[in-house]
């Protein structure tokens, strides 16, 4: 049995495996530019977040009907699952989608329709996190956020997510006090390529209250205390860091010196069909490459718990606690 776990930093989009995407192609008459299942793994050398993104996007475009999208959550829930998975909060792209002309409705109902069976399909509780892409303009985000308006009773919080550099959070100020004032619970990706100044403007002017990655506030001791003192979860994704070359190998991850500093970090696993694992085989990677003993694993089980949105369920935390707590390493 895997340790039981919270993923806090998942792209469905980035669960699109190979095989999956010639599925929809062929179900939905798109033509991929790649031969085969084969072919298109060969694709997934990455140098940078640029390289990855542009396959991102390119493969999406099979994505098109609501049953589309209800396949591709529901074939992560059962992975995720598997691999220990108790509590997922899922990010998605609407406007990646609108752009292709799919519908706000067909994204969310799709997904819908996988998330609110995976309690009892999957045992897996699901939140849903809607993205902007920080590369497109902030009346573009504040446009998605009206059309997710019919929608929000399924959306727990918004997050900021594609090419950092040059687009500082600072960008979205309006979109994000429009989400608060929603009651939508707010995250943004800093710090993974941009530097730790965008941590700082994510939690000053976005309000965010986790930080998704923030590897690059170690080179800010100030920050580091910052986070220490306020207690603002880091959502990590190692495997993510090696692939897109943030870090060079994985046995050079900062997590190790990071909890060490006191930081709440929590491990995830970004985009699983492109980085190499789902989120317990990315546990399993950083145990064996860090060095990491039972108790840090438990530790990062907790804390992904800790940092979750299930504050209107202080129940259910509390059961899936202390099943970590209670849990016996093989
Ligand atoms: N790791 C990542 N960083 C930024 N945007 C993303 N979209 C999907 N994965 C991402
Ligand atoms: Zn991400």
Redesign the pocket.
Known sequence: MPLPKAEL?L?V??TLEPELAFELAARNGVTLPYADTEELRKAYLFDD?QS??NL?YELMAVLRTEQDFADLADAYLTRAAAQGVRHAEI?F?PQAHLARGVGMGTVVEGLSRALSRSERTHGVSTQLIM?F??DESAESAMETLEAARPYLDRIVGIGL????VGHPPAKFREVYEAAAALGLRRVA?AG??GPPAYITEALDVLGVERV??GLRCMEDPELVERLVRERVPLTL?PL?NVR?RAVDVLEDHPLPAMLEAGLLCTVNS??PA??GGYVGDTFHAVREALGLDRERMRDLARNSFEASFLDHDEERRARYLAEVEAYEFG
Request: hydrophobic share 30%; glycine share 4%.
């Open positions: 930093h792209h989009e980035g977040l990855f993104l991102y990010f792209d993205c892409l920080r997510d594609s090419a950092e990706h993974e390529e998704d990655h994704c993510s897109l970004d985009d492109y980085f």
